[in-house]
């Protein structure tokens, strides 16, 4: 969900939930299961940095922006970088 286009997100969920915080949740959910993934080493070392770095710009801009400006440079930015880690972590599948 991180990783389409605003608009894209606007339109696949539920007219009556916030945009912004279904995403952030969402991503925040998955990066939760982090610690299993690692310890049964279903990803490398170079995913587990993108994910990581993806995390890290999430949470700069959770503190320095927030969420009211959802579609701004900065979170399409985060957008960018979840779409790329995604199609790593396919291509380099072993889940």
């Known amino acids: 969900m991180m990783s389409l ?4 997100q606007k339109k696949s969920l539920p007219s009556y939930v916030i945009v912004a915080d279904e995403v952030i949740s969402d991503f925040e959910n998955s990066f939760l299961l982090m610690p299993q993934i690692v310890d049964n080493e279903m ?6 940095a993108l994910i990581l770095e993806l995390y890290n710009k999430t949470q700069w801009c959770l503190r320095n922006l927030g ?5 701004n440079d900065e979170w399409n930015l985060v957008r960018e970088m979840a779409k790329n880690t995604s199609e790593q972590l396919m291509k380099d599948s072993r889940l």
């Not at 990803?43 to 587990?48: A, E, L, M, V």
């Open 5 to 8: 286009g605003y608009e894209l």
């Open 43 to 48: 990803i490398s070392f170079k995913n587990i």
């Open 67 to 71: 969420m009211d400006d959802f579609d």
